[in-house]
């Protein structure tokens, strides 16, 4: 299988990050597509980032009313975090 430079270097990334070998997070991601089930790889996954999102929100605006300063360095922090793993767009990385 050959993939482009670009795929190749988020895809090491992403297995960076998930502590897996390259090769082992590519047979997951694959297996995961290939679901005898035909169910969507991601569907299962939706609702819990949805509650995630708005659990952080909550946090973030208490955060945001408390401590401005406290609320800018955690995103600072998660904006960090994202990068290193290749989970922020060139948009996100500004």
Known sequence: ????????QRLSR???GADLSLSDFVRSVLTQAADPGGRYI???QDEILATCIQILSIVATATGQQSPKAL???KAGARDMLLQRGLLGQEGAR
């Not at 299988?1 to 190749?8: E, I, K, N, S």
């Open 42 to 44: 991601y569907s299962s």
């Open 1 to 8: 299988m050959r993939v482009d430079a670009d795929l190749y």
């Open 14 to 16: 992403r297995a960076a």
């Open 72 to 74: 800018e360095q955690a």
